[in-house]
């Protein structure tokens, strides 16, 4: 089991972090493109959830799997979203990406006054601290299955 990737993404589309880990494939586009390209889909695969589930969705879209990888998703109240892709073995990562920003964004960057909300996180202790839990996760492996 692994963790591939990790999105933080604004209210606005704006992805403020991304950082890999045990990524194999490429997307063969800028990284700019491929935020853009996330964050549509994240846009409308909520839409489509809430739109089409036959039942109340307090949470709305939590995850989904290809034959390939499991992406994981949560919203804060504030609308920041955070994307994870792992392998297929990982469990529901709701609480870990709900800890990564309680934890980790809220404590270096949310109270840090030298850095700006809604911009690129420029903040080194943010990205050791969150390379640190990742790495403790017990379901990270240096290699991928």
Request: net charge positive; hydrophobic share 35%; charged share 20%.
């Amino acid at each position: 089991m692994t963790v591939h990737n990790l999105y933080i993404f604004d209210r606005n589309g704006s992805c403020l972090h991304y950082s890999e880990w045990n990524r194999k494939k490429q997307a063969g586009i800028s990284k700019d493109e491929e935020f853009k390209l996330m964050y549509g889909m994240l846009f409308s695969i909520r839409s489509f959830v809430s739109k089409m589930s036959p039942l109340d969705m307090k949470d709305g879209f939590l995850a989904f799997q290809t034959s390939r990888y499991k992406l994981h998703y949560y919203e804060t109240p504030t609308g920041i979203k955070l994307v994870m892709n792992t392998d297929l073995g990982v469990p529901n990562c709701r609480d870990t990406l709900q800890q990564i920003y309680s934890t980790l964004y809220v404590e270096y960057i949310v109270k840090n006054p030298l850095c700006v909300l809604g911009e690129t996180l420029q903040s080194d202790l943010f990205n050791t601290k969150l390379d640190s839990f990742i790495r403790a996760l017990p379901f990270f492996s240096v290699r991928a299955a």
